[in-house]
């Protein structure tokens, strides 16, 4: 009796698990169905929405950049621009009219001809749309026009220096399908003209992928792309140990990178992305209205510290809101500050009538979820390293994301706080403009005002010369030094995880992975 | 039988007041907590038109009862509303996308944990305060003490990592789905008799489930045990054992049945929780499910599906208790409605 009762426990825990690994065995493989192994990528990142009119997120734009592409395109692995969809263009001698020559005899997956017209219709619908990317149109295209069948020509409000950036990288400017999408209305299509067409999508489950065989250029390296969406880092993580997945994208944790590096077993690669972090500070409230007490912050602050017992060394110190290897980029914060200065700071300290009896009381605010579950730990970090001049006491405090970038950065409640940033476009333009023109600095925070910087900042917006923007850019950089109404923190490495027969994997610091260019040996 | 007809559609009207409450609070509570969805959709950068704009498209301006009114006979003509946020789907699609892959997870986790919780809660009352006794009992405050990610890690690790038997996450292999009839897919590959699906559905399923299960097994372990010790001392043991009737007669169908009664209760409360519970399980195995989905979209402040989905959730948690009370009847002589 005893017996039954012990065996009966112990099958009912052994039998769901033995009973699917054994007939595992007499089940016909997956594989066989197709004939080419899929490339299979895991990702924690999600689709949003499926339409280029609606969708601002980094995922989301990935995806169209490997099923859709723009009139240009950017050389993988470099920040060079290249023809696209468009095989050349030209721009007027006041830098406002942009003409497009177009592919001729292109089709979208669903037979749709590509010609001028769609150009306009897709552009057009966008800014009618006007939903959460049709700023990055509305702001810059006055109008879009039909030449010929294959020639376009789009007219902008005020010369733009990087306007071919916007196009390369940007899928608000990518033609779309007029009959895919209805015209006044967001939708979900898989339809596109990229190397790629959407095979199966299952909402937050898989994305299939096939080459598309109408494609002008190159054909995909893999015919068929798999990708796994992810809850959790950790799974991911483990599916790629067992050989689930061949490629682990975004985001493994900084533990989880450092443990498979080091197990030497996969390739890890790591390269700078254009992701930075900094800390925000609202100018306009005192006491932090006082510039030598941000001075005496950006002393204090210890980046060395977040890089390496947060993230391990995944990330790169940043003194500079202009990333590292992006032209025009110089150390500011390092010029003026050095590393870390403990002393000087206590000094700016003292001068603002400070002491350790009498310490600089100071509500520091992040988001506990947006960024990663690291940013508590980030926000500890900094906390101890202002607090380790002993004139500073820091109290944390938090908000979720919708509450923190909704209400309380509009209603400048935080005095200061941490805040992200992914470029809309790879230009210097879109890491500084957005946070200290006098125009913009409200949304992003920091309230920052001064005539010098508006004027820095325009002027290298018009000029098309490379050579006279750096000089504008680094002034500009300097000036934010100066001022501080924001500390640079540090800059997202990309990591790409992947079995060792995978080839191919090109990453730039647009931080799209190219699907068509991987594959498996 | 016309008491229990009558029973029915008692309980079906109470449950009316019930769900009406219940979206009440969600309604109030999802505007009183700090946060707007229109900020969460368009982020920070957005200029100040787009987001009025924004809000007067998705109905966020009007006076708050007018949105309540609109969202309550909304849902009594049955339309759960749109989605405030991505591509505005109907909520009932969001809820149908993901439904099927908890309830499965629910009824698969849910076996698990009774059948297991039964048999070890059996065997520990009846061994009384001997070696296995102590170990059962030990069994059930570990397993319910037990943290779902932890637990399910080690599980992966084990049987997905070293010893490469059952997968890591998600529902079925790539390109294995079956044909969609109910969503349940190892009910869908079975009618259509797609047996590498329904192999691939069910190896799936196995690590999910056997973490929730075994996790929630040892409230029944506890409960079986307390219940049958006090049943295995009664009179009409000792005596069907005196008629010379076999132990497992004794014991599962005098003593079992005799005790089930309380187990049955905690079955119905437990397959609510099972159905909230699911979240970490879903996580942890990045199984598409209610659970991560209902979290993700309060993190985003899309009330109208939070709405939908909690009075969906009520619904058939109603509907759950509904047949548990129905089967008392049945296993009971002496509960009549």
Redesign the interface.
Known sequence: ??K???S??LL??VA??L???C??KK??A?EK??EEK?L?IGTTDKI????PA???DFYTWEVFNNIGEGLLRYKPGTTDIEPGLAESYTVSEDGLVYTFKLRKGLKFTDGTPFNASVVKWSIERVLRL???P??LVESFVDSVNVVDEYTVQIKLKKPVSYFPALLALDPPYYPVSPKAYPANE???STVGIGPYKVVKW?????L?LEANPDYYGEKPKTKKV?I?????A???R??L????IDVAWRTLSPVDIKDLEEKGKFNVIGVPGGYIRYIVINVETPPLSNKTLRQAIAYAVDRKAIADKVFYGTVEPLYSMVPIGMWSHIDAFKEKYGERDLEKAKELLKQCGYSEDNPLELEFWYTP?HYGDTEKDVAAVIKESLEETGMIKVTLKS?????Y???Y??KGTMPIFL?GWYPDYIDPDNYLT?FLHSEYSA???SRYKNPEMDKLLEEAQIKLSKEERTKLYEDAQRLLAEDVPLIPLFQGKLYIVTQTNVKGVTLDPTMMLRYYLIYKE | MASLKSYIITRTLLAIPMILILLTIVFLVMRVMPGDPVRAILGAKAPAEQVEALREQLGLNKPLIYQYFDTLSGILKGDFGRSLIWGRRPVIDEIMDHFPATLELTIFSFIISVVIGILTGVASAYNYKTFKDYFFRLYGIVTYSLFIPWFGMILQMIFGVYLKLLPIGGRIDVFMEPEKITGLYVIDSLLTMNFPALVSALKHLALPSLTLGIVLSGIYTRLTRANMIEVLRQDFITAARARGLPEKVVVFKHGLKNAFIPILTMMGLQFALLLAGAVLTETTFSWPGMGSFLLERITYRDFTTVQGTIVFFAFFVVLVSLIVDIIYAFLDPRIRY
Request: aromatic share 8%; proline share 5%; glycine share 6%.
């Open positions: 009796m005893k039954i009762f012990l009966l426990v009912c825990i769901g698990i009973a699917s690994g007939v595992e089940a016909p997956p169905k197709v899929p299979i949003t929405v499926l339409d609606k969708s601002y006007n939903a959460d049709s700023w967001i939708k979900d299952v909402r937050d489950q898989e299939i798999v796994k969406f992810y809850k959790d950790a799974t991911m483990l599916a140990e067992k050989g689930e979820t908000a979720e994301w919708a509450t970038a909704a209400e950065i509009a805040l957005p949304d992003l925070g």
